[in-house]
């Protein structure tokens, strides 16, 4: 609620629809960060009280069987960050052109994350100058993610770049309105740095109906996989019998950089961990660590409760020892 009323407030001093932009300006992107699909449920159909856009599909369930309504959110085709690293570094051209491609019909509206390397060069020289034509013969909107770095001031940037390489209108309000793209902000947001990004492209020119805006775990529930700084990514693809790399090293924040190639951990933990790469020069490590669970939809190895229970006093046992030395 509070989130729509300052979106409200900068869609009316710049654009000339606030009415019609305000529902699908603040996207749920949060069921991944909430610890069931009852919290995802319960949280975003808080957020289809206030907005219409949503990723989390048990808030629709919900929504229907509880409240009666057909259809409450809506979404659009989008990628996400191993979708466009999948095709390797060097083809990110090809992994935009592909969802061009794939969505982009006239009318409809698709989104494509673009920090996977480096946001800046993306827009300017990918999608601003060497797809530019396929888009905007397309007749689509395409709407483009930065998903690192300072919010207010990668969106702003993203916003020069884009109105320098596909041009502006100018509204009634005198404010500028990007032509075939427009711009989601789905990392970083809360009421604080939402503020900061509309007030940015406002002092600048720009209307608020350029950019909408994504919020995760922190919208449904604020305990995400940033509270214990552990995440989980792709590392390694097959594609025709040949295995790729697949990474993000983003240009504005290098700590989302991700490990590449397949990977194990080996070590023990008197001796310590370390990632090792099993494609590398020395295969796979004689002390490799992990063991097999679930193989192509067979549990191949199980592990009884009073097991688990053994590991963890063992690690409290450890951790008293650390602390009493």
Not at 65 to 83: L, N, Q, V
Not at 163 to 182: C, M, P, Q, S, Y
């Amino acid at each position: 609620w509070h989130a729509k009323q300052t979106i409200r407030q900068f869609l009316e001093r710049t654009s000339d629809d606030p009415q019609g932009q305000l529902p699908f300006k603040l996207h749920d992107f949060g069921a991944r960060g909430v610890s069931s699909n009852e919290s995802a449920a319960l949280g975003g159909m808080a957020h289809l009280v206030n907005f219409l856009g949503t990723d989390t599909v048990m808030a629709l369930v919900a929504a229907r069987r509880y409240y009666d309504c057909e259809m409450a959110g809506f979404s659009i085709p989008a990628a996400e960050h191993s979708t466009i690293t999948g095709w390797g570094a060097a083809h990110e051209a090809d992994a935009y052109r592909n969802m061009v491609r794939q969505f982009g019909t006239p009318g409809a509206t698709f989104a494509v994350v673009s920090d996977s390397y480096d946001i800046f060069n993306a827009c300017d020289r990918i999608w601003g100058t060497e797809l530019k034509e396929l888009v905007e013969r397309s007749g689509a909107t395409l709407v483009v993610r930065p998903d690192s770095g300072d919010p207010a001031q990668t969106v702003l940037k993203v916003a020069q770049i884009l109105a320098a390489r596909f041009g502006t209108t100018t509204n009634a309000k005198g404010f500028r309105v990007l032509k075939t793209v427009r711009i989601i902000q789905g990392d970083g947001i809360d009421l604080r740095s939402l503020r900061l990004c509309l007030s940015n492209l406002h002092h600048n020119g720009f209307a608020a109906e350029n950019i909408a805006f994504g919020m995760g775990g922190g919208l449904l529930q604020h305990c995400n996989r940033d509270t214990m700084q552990w995440a989980m990514k792709c590392s390694a693809m097959q594609v025709d019998g040949v295995w790729r790399e697949v990474f993000k090293q983003p240009v504005g924040d290098a700590s989302k950089a991700s490990k590449k190639g397949r990977l194990t951990l080996a070590g023990s933990q008197a001796e310590g961990w370390r990632t090792v790469r099993i494609d590398g020069p020395e295969g796979m490590p004689a002390d490799d660590a992990l063991q097999t669970v679930f193989e192509n939809g067979e549990i191949v190895r199980t592990q009884s409760f009073d097991d688990v229970r053994a590991h963890a006093a063992a690690g409290v046992a450890r951790l008293a020892y650390a602390f009493a030395m």
